[in-house]
């Protein structure tokens, strides 16, 4: 038994369908293992269009070993399901730390676009394998 909002009873099975559309960002894999000095790629697309831009910011927690090209990623409702890469450069800087870990941070998404605002953003962890300098080569 199911009352509409006038107030009418309606006592016939009937079948309720709830559509749910998913609203977030989808990542490519990432190799999460990679060495000092080496490069990482991986690409994002939103799951469902918006209906304003979204902006998803870009972070590294130690910038001094690696930087993230672009900052940032932009969607919008025509292009929310074009793969857009982003690049994770580390330096080889020389010490003998041994392995190390650093978080790739996404940011909540800001837009206009109620759907988009208030996710959450998500933490890659980005493990740099120690990858010992080359000694200096002597000539004769």
């Not at 932009?74 to 690049?87: E, G, I, M, R, Y």
């Not at 909540?108 to 890659?124: C, F, K, M, R, V």
């Amino acid at each position: 038994t199911a009352t509409d909002i006038v107030g009418y009873t309606v006592t016939r099975p009937m079948t309720i369908k709830v559509l749910e559309v998913p609203y977030g960002i989808e990542f490519t894999a990432v190799d999460l293992d990679t060495a000092e000095g080496s490069s990482s790629v991986y690409s994002a697309v939103l799951t469902s269009p918006p209906s304003q831009p979204v902006t998803i910011p870009l972070s590294s927690d130690d910038t001094r070993i690696s930087t993230i090209k672009p900052r940032s990623l932009t969607f919008a409702p025509d292009n929310w399901n074009v793969p857009q890469s982003v690049t994770i450069d580390t330096t080889n800087d020389g010490d003998s730390q041994g392995d190390r870990t650093v978080t790739i941070s996404t940011g909540a998404p800001s837009s206009t676009d109620p759907n988009y605002q208030g996710l959450t953003g998500e933490d890659l962890p980005l493990r740099l394998t120690y990858n010992p300098p080359l000694p200096p080569s002597i000539s004769k």
